[in-house]
């Protein structure tokens, strides 16, 4: 598929800015439930509330992962994007140059150095590794297809069994989104070397804990609201 330099740049940043939302639910999710064996009694005050908040993000958090790694050649996913990328290899770098000024010396010349770097076995070794996550991404396709994404009457009254039929933890997820990550990001700089690494995270998903523990420490105030 041909495809703009400019249009697949943006391809890959939109693919970057949903690994980054995707993280970001998982980070969230994960706190919520670390933070019950601490401060139960503090979720308990708004019951529905951090109901809603952890099935919603957990069926964001899967939806957005399954469609990162989305096959269907309409998608935007990684998968397709890869497959983008090899098919438009005249727009990625073949090596980084890297500038060295000489402190103090304003007049002697720059030295560059230019490290080559091979952009083809990047590709091939990415494809290779998807292959190797496929049994992952096939389980998470079927919890995507048959309970978040579709109502399977097969599972619609024993969802365990689809648990059990297609296991999914919060590492496999976070290996998913560690390889999307990785593999974007090194899109990204090979093809616009001037970009540094994105971080696929935000830095506040994690502070669940600072509210939970106000309430703990003034519960009566909390109380008196109610």
Known sequence: M????????????????RIIWANDCLLVHKQLNDCRETYLDEMNYSPGFFSVAS???????????????????????????????EQNQNYFHTEFRYVFHC?????????????????????????????????????????RDKYYAHIDKKYVLKPNELWKNAP??????????????RVCNMLQIHITPTRSTTVTHHSNTTDLHILLDFIQRNKNEVISCK
């Open 2 to 17: 041909r495809i703009s330099k400019e249009d697949l740049t943006k391809q890959i940043e939109q693919l970057l800015e």
């Open 103 to 143: 402190a103090g010396d304003e007049e002697r010349e720059p030295e560059v150095i230019c490290t080559p770097t091979n952009f083809p076995a990047k590709i091939t070794d990415a494809k290779s590794e998807l292959a190797r996550l496929q049994p992952v991404i096939k389980n998470l396709t079927a919890r």
């Open 55 to 85: 099935i919603s993000i957990l069926h964001e958090m899967y939806i957005t992962v399954a469609k990162l790694f989305d096959a269907d050649k309409d998608s935007l996913s990684v998968v397709n994007i890869l497959n983008t990328c």
């Open 168 to 181: 999914l933890t919060y590492n496999d997820v976070d290996t998913l989104l560690e390889y999307a990550g």
